[in-house]
């Protein structure tokens, strides 16, 4: 059983999940990162850009999901190099302090807590997030090009793709068609007819929102929102 809620550290979500047996549950890319518990480990989840298929582990997982393009200031990392990854917070940081670390969060009432206490005490001591990238989730998210967001912040193209890949993992346009594949889920997820949800969510057509939801997350439509 999953479950979230908003979380102490501004736009982030605080979520656990128990796996129920009954399958894989596909994790879909939503331009994030995570800062991951399970089994006393610490781990972080890069950004996706296709769906990410767990390779087992059983027990309860917890974590605390940054929204794009916030959590390499916290990490210390450029989200490209963790792009379709999940790797051991102990290959970012020194591996004694990762388990003192771990050791707090293992003390908490219960981990999504304990990670919350660790993020919030890492956002204090870290530079904030530049404030341009919350832009330019803005404007994609408003389906605004992204030649003309780049204009409008003043940046080339290639200026604003060298600071996407280190924010979000990859570059504006991939972004951009990730956050398309959201509001159209979150249509559909509410029973809104696939061609509606195609044209409200900024499909070419139905055609096009079939091709786009099969590639980045594997499984036709219908078949994902069934499962």
């Known amino acids: 059983m999953y479950v979230e809620r908003a979380s102490r550290l501004p736009g982030a979500v605080a979520w656990t999940n128990i796996p129920s047996g009954d399958g894989v549950v596909r994790v879909l890319p939503d331009g994030c990162m995570d800062l991951l518990w399970h089994d006393g480990r610490l781990m972080v989840a890069g950004p996706d850009t296709r769906a990410h298929l767990p390779d087992g582990g059983t027990g309860p997982w917890a974590g605390v999901r940054f929204p794009p393009g916030t959590a390499p200031a916290l990490l210390g990392v450029p989200a490209h190099e963790l792009r379709d990854r999940r790797v051991e917070l102990a290959d970012l940081w020194p591996a004694a302090r990762v388990r003192r670390l771990a050791g707090g969060v293992n003390a908490a009432a219960d981990p999504a807590s304990g990670l919350e206490e660790l993020a ?91 091709r786009d939801v099969r590639e980045l997350t594997g499984l036709p439509l219908g078949r994902l929102l069934a499962g």
């Open 120 to 210: 919030l005490r890492r956002a204090a001591g870290a530079e904030s997030p530049d404030p341009l990238l919350r832009q330019v989730v803005a404007a994609l998210d408003a389906r605004r090009p992204v030649a003309a967001i780049a204009d409008g912040l003043g940046l080339g193209s290639r200026q604003l793709h060298r600071r996407s890949l280190s924010a979000f993992g990859y570059g504006a346009k991939t972004l951009a068609r990730i956050l398309r594949l959201r509001r159209a889920l979150a249509l559909a997820r509410a029973g809104v007819p696939f061609a509606e949800t195609a044209a409200r969510a900024g499909y070419a057509d139905q055609a096009h929102l079939a």
